[in-house]
């Protein structure tokens, strides 16, 4: 029903000309009484077509729903700040309780904001990807540096021109993963050559620079195409993850399918409620893992135009299964 409060008068003027918005004053029953200014900003709908009329009549059943419950609570007495999207749109909306008359009303003050939230959004990708970026490159540099670490002490300890060498590899690995750690940080990256590689050869250097214990590799060999140093750095968080899941006995293999490679072990593999999770930056299952492993082998699959699946191997564990998307 209609609300029998007649409009109250207000400064015309100010609603007219009100800044860079809408002005909306609403009554109990959500009428809007008076709406400035006389060609709304936004839509270009000429206000007094909105004066006198209720939420449903203005606007689609689920923006009028949405709005009648901030806007009720505004009558009851709250003050509310909400974003709306609506006609394409991000509308802002601040609401506040008045009284005049001794009825109540509300104040609602409108702004477009689609831009403004845009960027802001992107501005949060960008941080996301910075601070994924930091944690990736932290992960996977602390192993060659502590090669490089060990070399040098022992060097210092011996004199073995050969532990020079061994300081030399490992800070090219960390210049290596410089590298690449830039590029999948970037939001796109360019289209790359990649060439021919053998998994087996990968999978071999990458086990030679973790701490593998006594655990196993086996491997039959295939062809994939993609960086050496990018598909390093996948098969050593894959192994890294292994031996810390799976224990220092653990056996890993890495072999070909018809499609693409396959890296699986022995251990206790991965429940099912958390397959969907494990390459969710920061999700981790124990071991002291940080969690970040498994984002960076789905990065490098998706940079390499391969999807990446999550199963069992016979013995329970793990499998990883890398295939063509293309």
Not at 6 to 12: E, F, L, R, T, W
């Amino acid at each position: 029903m209609k609300s029998q409060h007649p409009p109250p008068n207000g400064h015309q003027v100010l609603v007219n000309n009100f800044p860079n918005g809408v002005f909306v004053l609403f009554d109990a029953a959500l009428y809007y009484r008076i709406v400035g200014p006389e060609t709304l900003p936004f839509s270009g709908r000429k206000a007094m077509e909105m004066v006198d009329k209720q939420l449903s009549d203005l606007f689609p059943e689920e923006t009028a729903s949405e709005l009648e419950s901030e806007l009720n609570a505004t009558i009851d007495g709250e003050s509310h700040s909400f974003d709306v999207d609506y006609d394409d749109r991000v509308h802002h909306i601040e609401t506040r309780p008045v009284e005049i008359d001794g009825n109540p009303y509300g104040i609602l003050v409108t702004q477009e904001v689609t831009e403004i939230r845009q960027t802001s959004q992107e501005l949060k990708r960008q941080n996301e990807r910075l601070d994924q970026f930091a944690s990736m490159l932290s992960h996977d540099l602390r192993n060659p540096l502590s090669i490089a670490f060990g070399e040098l002490e022992q060097y210092r300890e011996t004199g073995d021109d050969e532990c020079l060498d061994g300081i030399e590899e490992a800070l090219e690995r960390v210049e290596d993963l410089l590298v690449d750690m830039t590029e999948l940080a970037r939001p796109s990256s360019p289209a790359r050559e990649y060439k021919p590689i053998s998994v087996a050869t990968i999978a071999l250097n990458a086990w030679e620079l973790i701490d593998t214990r006594t655990a196993t590799l086996q491997t039959q060999d295939c062809i994939t195409i993609g960086d050496r140093s990018q598909l390093q750095a996948l098969f050593e968080n894959l192994f890294r993850n292994a031996v810390g899941h799976g224990g220092e006995n653990v056996t890993v293999r890495v072999g070909p399918m018809d499609d693409g490679f396959y890296v699986e072990d022995t251990g206790k593999g991965i429940s099912r409620e958390d397959r969907e999770q494990v390459f969710e930056h920061g999700f981790t299952t124990g071991y002291g893992g940080s969690g970040i492993g498994l984002t960076i082998v789905k990065r490098v699959a998706t940079e390499h135009n391969l999807e990446v699946t999550l199963a069992e191997s016979i013995e329970g564990g793990a499998r990883f299964e890398f295939r063509s998307s293309t």
